[in-house]
């Protein structure tokens, strides 16, 4: 039997409180893990989308009506698939409403933000699957950041394991009320309950996201992906890892056939988008840079050379295949808009590359870390 001590040492211990008080203001880190997941998607997803062609700004635009969107959804799939948390005897079903607390459901946030994502393309005439190319790697890493939130708030665990990197659960007590509560609680003398320590499971899915997003980047710029290809890839990745993760989780779920929700969940939406990837390459390759802009649209045309945006620098990369970057002599990829450049000796000046004597170096590509 080994002493607290030691099982600190030995474990990972979990925060004394996922909640902090500025006055009569609750901060909360799960609400801070959301806000800077949405934050660093939103961040990644322009990059790209301007390295692809389109006009900076655009995920900005379009993320005024995703968000809000995907937050609803999030919420909704929580609900609809736990309701006896809500609308059960004794429960406050008004609290069904409180995302503060905790409970999105990342199934239903795509497919409502995906909803408010057409809504935005449609009205600025881009194409949605090129948009969802571009910030499929900052979702999932956005997905990521977010698990840090089950941390704080001690959910999203798994078994009792004696792996050195198990998790310690400790009971929280609110102190306004006296009783047991991991989300507002504070840790009683960092206790471990009797079933610790646990499989950390939202940190495994955390490490599952962060390499599903540099799998999309690099598949991305290996194969040129487009017309959705890249985000199909990221739901494959994602449900992939989701459906064993699941399989380690204790906390309580519905379930169907003998297996929880999420995992039926899982494999419809893993089908689903390796059907799409195979659909989709019938489509082509990756949309020209002109059709990402809106109509009207005047501004030069961007680099539109490499969409991964790694900070790992390409400069050596001299591949001459075509598809790394424009033809010198492909016009399809220079704004008509374009002054007509200057006659040098086998140079042509493009909008985000130059191709020397055939040679060319694509654009920095910046790295993440879902």
Request: one cysteine or more.
């Amino acid at each position: 039997m080994y002493s607290a001590s030691a099982a600190f040492l030995a474990t990972i211990p979990s925060p004394d409180r996922g909640v902090w008080h500025l006055g009569f203001i609750p901060i909360r880190a799960y609400a801070l893990c959301i806000i800077a997941g949405i934050i660093v998607a939103i961040w990644w997803g322009e990059r790209r989308w301007v390295a692809r062609g389109g006009t900076k700004g655009t995920v900005i635009d379009v993320a005024v009506f995703a968000v809000p969107f995907g937050l609803v959804g999030g919420r909704l799939y929580h609900v609809i698939t736990d309701p006896e948390l809500y609308f059960t005897a004794g429960k406050n079903p008004w609290n069904a409403f409180a995302i503060w607390d905790g409970g999105l459901g990342i199934w239903g946030a795509i497919a409502l933000g995906g909803v408010g994502a057409l809504i935005a393309c449609r009205r600025k005439g881009i194409p949605l699957p090129a948009l969802a190319d571009a910030l499929a790697p900052g979702i999932v890493t956005a997905q990521a950041i977010g698990r840090i939130g089950n941390y704080f708030n001690q959910e999203l665990f798994g078994a009792h394991t004696d792996l050195p990197w198990g998790l310690e659960i400790y009971q929280r007590i609110d102190p306004t009320t006296g009783l047991a509560n991991d989300l507002t609680g504070i840790a009683v003398g960092h206790v471990p309950l009797p079933d610790s320590p646990v499989h950390p499971t939202f940190l495994y899915e955390l490490i599952w996201n962060l390499l599903v997003a540099l799998v999309v980047v690099w598949a991305d710029r290996r194969f040129k992906l487009g017309h959705g290809r890249a985000f199909a890839l990221y739901v494959a990745g994602y449900t992939l890892g989701r459906c064993w993760i699941e399989f380690m989780r204790t906390d309580n779920a519905n379930h169907i056939l003998g297996l929880r929700v999420n995992v039926w969940t899982s494999i419809l939406v893993f089908v689903g988008a390796v059907v799409f990837m195979i659909l989709a390459k019938k489509r082509g390759p990756r949309e020209l840079p002109e059709t990402l802009r809106s109509p009207g649209d005047e501004r030069d045309a961007p680099a539109a050379t490499d969409p991964s945006d790694s900070a790992s620098a390409s400069s050596s990369d001299t591949n001459t295949d075509t598809d790394t970057a424009p033809a010198a002599s492909d016009t399809s990829d220079v704004s008509t808009d374009d002054p007509p450049a200057e006659p040098r000796d086998e140079v042509t000046a493009d909008a985000g590359s130059s191709t020397v004597s055939g040679v060319s170096s694509s654009d920095a590509d910046k790295s993440d870390k879902s």
